[in-house]
């Protein structure tokens, strides 16, 4: 059964940094690709960032230069450490795994999501 579990989040003002954890059970670490989502009220849940199982990570024109992914492998856990931050980048951010090599871009593709954790930012 993959578990997946969120944690970080919370509230800064522009321009501050926030950092996500995804912790993955339940299959491989390095046999799966792990992404980011966020959603807003009203919006669809859009793509932030994935990281595919060889590490490579891949970045929305939106976050590009402000967010990056890292790996702990021993900790079987992805980070997402935000930078820089906009009132724009205010959602909820969602963790989500495949069993693919390559992370697909489609919200579609995913079946395994986290709780969800919140950032605002505000002036």
């Known amino acids: 059964q993959v578990n997946i579990m969120q944690s970080g989040g919370g509230s800064v003002q522009i321009g501050g940094s926030l950092r996500l954890s995804c912790s993955v059970s339940?299959?491989?670490?390095?046999?799966?690709?792990i992404a980011w989502f966020r959603q807003v009220p009203g919006k669809q849940r859009e793509k932030v960032a994935r990281a595919d199982s060889d590490g490579t990570p891949h970045y929305e024109e939106s976050v590009e230069g402000r967010f990056t992914l890292s790996k702990d492998n021993a900790k079987n856990t992805l980070y997402l450490q935000m930078n820089d931050l906009k009132p724009e980048d205010t959602a909820m951010y969602y963790c989500?795994?495949?069993?693919?090599?390559?992370?697909?871009?489609?919200?579609?593709?995913?079946?395994?999501w986290g709780q969800g954790t919140q950032v605002t930012v505000s002036s």
């Open positions: 339940g299959f491989g670490y390095s046999s799966h690709c």
């Open positions: 989500t795994a495949s069993g693919m090599r390559v992370c697909p871009r489609e919200r579609s593709a995913y079946a395994y």
